[in-house]
């Protein structure tokens, strides 16, 4: 038996429940993780309020940091005792341990703490493809990174700066603005305030970019692609302020013959050969200190409905984490 977050009917915090719930042997191809942290991500509060469809009742969350305590029939890559980390497991890490397919585990190095592997491997190996793979970000040029801010973006900026880029981030108010400067933004533009689209083109000289990273969706949407040069990449990842209106190829076409890519880290990620090498890709650029990871909130298990109610009130910053 063990301690486990659960809901049994859809809506607010409210709905999340303690409880003790059996945990059986890991099967074939599974290993036990006895988790140490687990992150927390805004995706679940949309899967707790109904939005995204989860079948109940259910456990929440994909990620986490622990130790291998049992494995199963056919699981060779891993040993009791092994530190590890997820971020692609079937919901339930909102729990002292939780069963995982092996090939959704990546192995963590010693330098690399639960905690900061727990906050950072769904946003990390989010900036780790957007970075390098969906588009390579190469030295002296100048990118515009949207919710610099935000989780993934404050991870995106610092890597970013690493590489040699020019990071020009957008934020939501003047509050984050300071934020997103410590964490390798050269200039940051509040969205709400500013004509952003026109102080782009002017910081870059009055030339559109060769890449947009864009977050927030529908809000932006419009902007973004103005905001590229000719053959430029629009690298749509999320859709804060909701989806993007349908729209004609022509205008692709008509604003310079633009690419337009929508990535999500399963495809980047499909094999665990790909996942532990962008993972390693992380855990060094971690490891130098070149880019590091804030875990500015800590809530025990038992408070996860707490850690719901201060992410979706905006009252965090940087990562959250649940302790179990």
């Known amino acids: 038996m063990m301690k486990a977050i659960r809901f049994h009917e859809t809506g607010g915090p409210e709905v999340l429940t303690l409880e003790e719930v059996e945990l059986a042997p890991p099967g074939p191809g599974e290993v036990t993780v006895r988790l140490a942290a687990i992150g927390v991500n805004f995706i679940e509060t949309y899967q707790r309020s109904g939005l995204y469809k989860l079948p109940l009742p259910s456990g929440l969350g994909g990620e986490g940091a622990g130790t291998v305590e049992a494995v199963g029939n056919g699981v060779t890559d891993f040993q009791i005792g092994d530190r590890v980390a997820y971020c692609t497991a079937s919901p339930g890490s909102y729990a002292e341990a939780q069963n995982v397919l092996a090939t959704k585990l990546i192995h963590l190095p010693d330098e690399i703490g639960f905690e900061t592997a727990a906050a950072a491997m769904l946003k990390g190996l989010t900036a ?10 190469k030295k002296g040029e100048t990118i515009l990174f949207h919710s610099a801010a935000g989780g993934v ?6 890597w970013a700066k690493h590489l040699g880029a020019r990071v020009i981030g957008t934020v939501g108010s003047d509050s984050k603005i300071a934020l997103a400067q410590e964490n390798g933004c050269d200039l940051v533009l509040n969205l709400n305030q500013d004509d952003w689209v026109a102080k782009v083109k002017e910081a870059n000289g009055g030339k559109g970019l060769a890449v947009v990273y864009d977050s927030v969706g529908k809000d ?6 103005d905001c590229l040069a000719p053959r430029g990449l629009m690298v749509s990842f999320g859709n804060s302020s909701g989806a993007v209106d ?8 008509q604003k310079g013959s633009l690419y337009l890519t929508r990535p999500t880290l ?5 094999t665990p050969q790909e996942l532990q090498a962008m993972a390693d890709d992380l855990f060094a650029v971690l490891a130098t200190g070149a880019v590091k990871i804030a875990v500015n909130q800590r809530f025990e298990l038992k408070d996860a409905r707490a850690a719901h109610q201060a992410l979706q009130s905006r009252q965090t910053t940087g990562a959250t984490v649940l302790i179990p």
């Open 153 to 158: 973006g404050l991870i995106a900026s610092q």
């Open 266 to 270: 399963f495809h980047y990620a499909s």
């Open 246 to 253: 349908p729209f004609s190829p022509t205008l692709l076409s």
């Open 220 to 225: 932006t949407f419009a902007g973004s692609l």
């Open 128 to 137: 780790q493809y957007l970075l390098k793979q969906t588009y390579v970000v």
